[in-house]
Structures are given as structure tokens and as C-alpha cells.
């Protein structure tokens, strides 16, 4: 229990220290929302084909901005943010104090979480308003939820793992980026898989899991089908990224 409040008081903690940088906070919110403004202008005037549905590309690119968003909220965060602390000896003090490392990384990764959701709940409003998505409901809104969460929990958790990989600071962003991006790009997220879509690129989509994380999005904003599978594997590949994490994460910094 005292693990429990001591999470709790570090979470409090860290959303404060978030809301306290009005800058970087205001970008979080802005950057998926300003993709999909761009995307929708140049890309929403057709239609993609997703099983039997066909949709219109800009209520597509809602539901690819929305797992976008989750994304970059957990897995870029949570890569970056931790390689920081730790080449500012910020990690290294912090694993001194009698605060639990569990308590100080799970205050992390909640908040992490947190800001995955309200990023997707900004983008369905957004979305709604602009370009008719649908917003989930009842028991589809349940599972959507369920989906949301995994993902968002899985990313953090691969994000962990990665900062461990991280030599520094100023390879931060070029390596999370080198692995977020490709891994974007080949799951559809910026460009909507077609009938001329080649069988190698959905052939590895179908092992990455933003690929199964994007499709628990379109489930919900699209009305596409809902399949569980997708949340194991996403869930699969967040259990592989914490025993990575678990065995490699070093509270050092690696400067020489």
C-alpha cells in the first residue's frame, strides 16, 4: 500500500512538473492535431478500402492520428524523458532516496498513459467535429478503451526498453525517431495501405505492433471490426519491451 501512495504522490509530481512547461505541454496537445489538419488537406479527398468498408481518407487519418498520438505520448516520451534523467543523473540521485523504483518509473508510465488518453479523446472530439468520425459506444466503446490503454501501457514499456539502448542524450531523438517512424510508415499510418500496397511492407505490418495497435483505433472510429488478437499481440510486444527493460535499464549516466 505505501508503494501504492507513493505512486500516487509521485504521479501528482510529474503531472505538475508536465503542466509547468506551458511550451512543451501546448505542443503534445497541438503537434498530432496539426498532422492531421496537414494530412486531411492534402490526403482526405478519397477513399481507402478497409475490408468491405470503404472510407473517406480524412475519417481514416483521424483514427491514424489518434494512434499517432498514443505513440508519441509513450513510447517517444518515454524513451527520451528517461535517457534525459539519466545522463543528468537525475535517475542515479533519484535511485538513492528511499522512494521505490517501482513507484518513481510506474508514476512515468501512468502519467505517460494519462496523456495517450486525453490526447485520443481531443483527437475523436476533433475528428467528430471536423470530418464525421465516429465515436465509439457501449461495448464498442469498452473495447476501444481496453485497446487504448494495452497499447498505450505496451508503448511505454518499449519505450523503456529503448532508452536503455540510448547512449546519450543527443542520439535521444534521432534513434527513437529511426525506430518510430519507419515503424509508422509501414504500419499505414501516413499513407493508407491499398490494393497496390507491396506484400512485403504488409507482411512486416503484420508483426509490428503499431500496425495491431492502429487497427484497435480504426475499430473504434471506423466501425471496422474488432478483433482481440490485435490487443494480445500489441500486449505480447509490451510484455517482450518490460523484461528487456527490467534486464538492461541502468540508472547511470554512460558519459565517460
Known amino acids: 500500500m505505501n508503494t501504492l501512495r507513493l505512486t500516487a504522490v509521485q504521479f501528482r509530481y510529474v503531472n505538475k512538473a508536465f503542466w509547468r ?6 505542443f503534445t496537445f497541438a503537434f498530432p492535431l496539426m498532422f492531421l489538419v496537414i494530412f486531411t488537406a492534402l490526403l482526405g479527398h478519397y477513399t481507402v478500402q478497409i475490408g468491405d468498408k ?8 483521424v483514427a491514424s492520428m ?11 516520451n518515454i524513451a527520451m524523458t528517461i535517457t534525459f534523467q539519466r ?12 522512494l521505490p523504483a517501482t513507484s518513481f518509473l510506474g508514476a512515468r508510465i501512468l502519467h505517460a498513459v494519462f496523456v495517450s488518453v486525453v490526447l ?12 464525421h468520425a465516429a465515436i465509439p459506444g457501449g461495448t464498442s ?27 546519450n542524450t543527443d542520439a535521444a531523438a534521432p534513434i527513437v525517431n529511426a525506430v518510430a517512424l519507419p515503424a509508422e510508415f509501414l504500419s499505414g499510418i501516413f499513407i493508407a495501405f491499398g490494393n ?3 506484400s512485403w511492407i504488409l507482411w512486416i505490418a503484420r508483426i509490428l505492433p503499431v500496425r495491431h495497435f492502429a487497427l484497435g483505433m480504426e475499430a473504434g472510429f471506423l466501425g471496422t471490426a474488432f478483433d482481440w488478437t490485435d490487443v494480445l499481440i500489441v500486449a505480447a510486444w509490451g510484455i517482450g519491451g518490460l523484461l528487456l527493460a527490467v534486464r538492461f535499464f541502468s540508472w547511470e549516466p554512460r558519459r565517460g
Do not use: M, W
Not at 512547461?21 to 501546448?26: H, I, T, W
Open 120 to 131: 485520443v479523446v481531443i483527437t475523436a472530439a476533433f475528428g467528430h467535429a471536423l470530418y
Open 54 to 61: 470503404t472510407v473517406n481518407t480524412s475519417t481514416y487519418y
Open 66 to 76: 489518434g494512434c499517432f498520438s498514443a505513440i508519441s505520448a509513450c513510447f517517444n
Open 141 to 167: 466503446l469498452l473495447r476501444f478503451a481496453v485497446a487504448v490503454l494495452a497499447g498505450s501501457a505496451a508503448f511505454c514499456a518499449l519505450g523503456l526498453a529503448l532508452s536503455a539502448a540510448i547512449p
Open 21 to 26: 512547461n506551458p511550451a512543451s505541454a501546448f
Open 87 to 98: 545522463e543528468d543523473g537525475i535517475l542515479k540521485r533519484t535511485n538513492g532516496t528511499p
Open 196 to 198: 497496390t500496397t507491396p
